[in-house]
């Protein structure tokens, strides 16, 4: 797991164009950033919200995109200024980011950040 600096290679569900099937083909994934996380992923799943985009909400400029970011994986490198996260650790990717401090973040029962709505 020490590809940090390296471009990987991996399969992924690509929406080229809206209103257009998915591709799943060989992509390449850029090293992590700063404050990035780049993830071997395990499973993953299209969701309500990945078919919303494809069809109803995507504007044209959004294209082309990686469907899937409901699943699991593990962390596969860290970039610079991640201090939560190593290499190995098991996590579960979210649509949505979290500030961890507003009142939606602090209960367990939702995801949905009302600072990232806000945004």
Sequence with gaps: ???????????????????????????????PQKNEIRLKVIAASICLSDVYHMYKGKPKDGFPVVMGHEGAGIVESVGPGVTEFKPGDKVIPLYLSQCRDCKFCKNPKTNMCEKDCIR
């Design 1 to 31: 797991m020490a590809n940090i600096s390296l471009v990987i290679k991996c399969k992924a569900a690509v929406a080229w164009e809206a209103d257009s099937p998915l591709v799943i083909e060989e992509i390449e994934v850029a090293p």
